[in-house]
């Protein structure tokens, strides 16, 4: 995965919005001021737990039956 500049994130995320549905542009900014309320070390273990359950969808799925 590359890394992009601030900028390029921005640009990134601008564009995903205008495509986002009109329903879930509040859910989308309730989103992004609770991340702000956040440590770094909170946002990166859960990042890295969507991650780990992103990656594991199928095992976890086979677990539940």
Do not use: G
Not at 18 to 27: G, Q, R, T, V
Not at 42 to 56: A, G, R, T
């Amino acid at each position: 995965m590359s890394v992009m500049s601030k900028n390029e994130v921005k640009e990134q995320i601008n564009k995903v919005l205008d495509n986002a549905p009109d329903e879930i542009l509040e859910s989308i900014l309730d989103y992004l001021k609770e991340l702000l309320t956040r440590t770094n070390s909170e946002v990166m273990l859960s990042n890295n737990l969507n991650k780990i359950l992103h990656e594991d969808k199928e095992v976890l799925e086979r677990l539940s039956k």
